[in-house]
């Protein structure tokens, strides 16, 4: 089984500044994906990112950008220019490619990040 | 563009009774997914189904259970509801099988007194 381990149970942020949020995991998979989403306090989940395992090419959208280390099994989501909006639970998410449960997304325990003023 | 709609938004049940949560997911998306979340917590992962067949069960409850309709839309039904079912319960809806992530509904707040 997979299993997704996020160490910073809470972490904050000056606004304009860029915050890191860690993410591991393990797995005996070679194809899978990967992907962080973000719980604002209006608490629906969005995705933020996406990283596919067989790229090395780490992803980037706009101000969020993945530090990913396969090796290592690490799965790291960088915020750029923080703002305020930017202040949510923050959970990384790993999915097998395929064979049994594909497509069912195993999330760690999340990172609650506050934007500051 | 359209979203993932639940309903009802905020559920209020006694133990014992029954409560049923729908999902509409968004159209062509072939897989829906449940997932329940307790206060500070990630979500655990229910049921899902692609393209109206179950395909995936998680550490659901024997208490519930989930069909998908041939309009694409599911129903959790959950009896005998207990204290500790009280949480928000998420639908998701993906295509190609959740290779491009979820989308997510608002979820439903289900609160067991």
């Known amino acids: 089984a997979q299993t997704v381990t996020q160490s910073q149970p809470e972490m904050s942020v000056q606004e304009a500044e860029t915050v890191t949020l860690s993410c591991t995991y393990d797995?005996?998979?070679?194809?899978?994906?990967l992907f962080w989403y973000k719980q604002p306090p209006s608490r629906q989940m969005i995705l933020v990112i996406r990283?596919?395992?067989?790229?090395?090419q780490n992803a980037t959208e706009n101000r969020f950008s993945v530090n990913f280390q396969k090796a290592a099994k690490s799965f790291s989501l960088k915020i750029s220019d923080s703002q305020l909006g930017d202040t949510a639970m923050y959970f990384c998410?790993?999915?097998?490619?395929?064979?049994?449960?594909?497509?069912?997304?195993?999330f760690g325990d999340g990172t609650t990040l506050t934007v500051k003023p | 563009a359209a979203g993932v709609i639940q309903s009802p938004r905020h559920l209020i049940k006694e133990k014992r009774e029954t409560a049923t949560l729908k999902c509409y997911p968004i159209?062509?998306?072939?897989?829906v997914y449940w997932y329940q979340q307790g206060p500070g917590q990630d979500p655990q992962f229910l049921i899902s189904?692609?393209?109206?067949?179950?395909?995936d069960k998680g550490s659901i409850p024997d208490r519930f259970s989930a069909q998908q309709f041939s309009d694409y839309h599911s129903e959790l039904n959950m009896s005998s509801l207990e204290l500790g079912d009280s949480a928000l319960y998420f639908c998701?809806?993906?295509?190609?099988?959740?290779?491009?992530?979820?989308?997510f509904g608002s979820g439903t707040r289900l609160t067991v007194v």
């Open positions: 998410a790993f999915m097998k490619q395929a064979g049994t449960n594909a497509g069912k997304s195993t």
């Open positions: 189904f692609y393209e109206k067949m179950q395909s």
């Open positions: 998701a809806s993906s295509y190609d099988r959740g290779v491009f992530g979820y989308t």
């Open positions: 990283q596919e395992a067989y790229k090395q």
């Open positions: 797995t005996s998979e070679n194809n899978y994906y």
């Open positions: 159209p062509r998306h072939d897989t």
